[in-house]
Structure formats: structure tokens, C-alpha cells
């Protein structure tokens, strides 16, 4: 089974704040890099991160719409 970060893939995603927002409670605690919290100069507490501490408490329930699937393609509109 391999483990770890494949290679050429990016260690952070883009995620938009309205989604965050609809799955986060207002209290919540969010892990950051230590340079984006400096840079923002925010209030911090230290972590290590591991396996243990990342794991989610309790499983997030992101409801996503569902999309049509079907594609109609014929001679005239491919």
C-alpha cells in the first residue's frame, strides 16, 4: 500500500469560504501553517500534527447537489 504524498501532487487544495462555512461550526478549530497565521499576524496555538490529532472528531456530512449526466451528442452539435 503506498503511503505519503504522491509525487507532483500538491500538499495544499483550494476550498471556497462559502463551503467552509456551510460545513464548519462558528467555533470550530481550523489547523493552518504557522506562516499564514504570522503573515495574517493571528492568535495562535501550537500543534504538531500527526495521525492521531488529525483525524476528523466526527464525520463531516458535505451535501453536494446532484448534476444531470446525460449528454446528448448526434452529427449536427459535436
Do not use: C
Not at 503511503?3 to 483550494?14: H, I, L, P
Not at 462555512?21 to 495574517?40: G, N, W
Not at 500543534?47 to 452529427?75: G, Q, S, W, Y
Amino acid at each position: 500500500m503506498a503511503r505519503g504524498k504522491t509525487k507532483g501532487a500538491g500538499s495544499f487544495v483550494k476550498v471556497k469560504w462559502g463551503t467552509l462555512q456551510r460545513v464548519l461550526k462558528d467555533d470550530a478549530i481550523i489547523v493552518v501553517s504557522r506562516r499564514f497565521a504570522e503573515q495574517l499576524s493571528l492568535e495562535t496555538e501550537d500543534f504538531v500534527a500527526n495521525t492521531e490529532n488529525i483525524v476528523a472528531k466526527a464525520p463531516v456530512d458535505v451535501k453536494e447537489p446532484e448534476l444531470e449526466t446525460t449528454v446528448e451528442v448526434n452529427e449536427e452539435n459535436w
